[in-house]
C-alpha cells in the first residue's frame, strides 16, 4: 500500500509487528493501521485510551506552535 510519507509506513510496521496480519492486511490507509494500533496497545494493558488521548493532545499543541517545516518537539508545557 502507498503512503505519502515515511512515518506513515512506520505506522503500518509496528501494526504488523502487534497485530495479526488479517487485521493489518485490510486496512486502506494509515488512519486505519493507527486506529488499529491504538486499540491493541490499550487492549494488551500497555496504556491506557486516556494516556493515548493526552499524548494526542500534546502532540497536537506542540504542533501547533511549531513553525511549518521545523521539527515538532515536545515540552512539557505540551501536557498541561
Known amino acids: ?6 512515518w506513515q509506513a ?3 510496521a509496528l501494526a504488523v509487528l502487534l497485530l495479526d496480519w488479517p487485521d493489518v492486511s485490510g486496512k486502506t ?3 486505519e493501521l ?3 494500533l491504538e486499540r491493541a496497545v490499550v487492549e494488551r494493558g500497555l496504556t491506557s485510551a486516556d494516556e493515548l488521548t493526552g499524548l494526542r493532545a500534546a ?3 506542540a504542533a501547533h506552535r511549531t513553525p511549518h517545516g521545523e521539527p515538532i518537539e515536545l515540552t512539557d508545557a505540551d501536557f498541561a
Do not use: S, T
Open 34 to 36: 493507527l486506529d488499529a
Open 59 to 61: 502532540w497536537d499543541r
Open 1 to 6: 500500500m502507498p503512503f505519502d510519507e515515511p
Open 29 to 31: 490507509d494509515y488512519l
Open 10 to 12: 512506520e505506522v503500518q
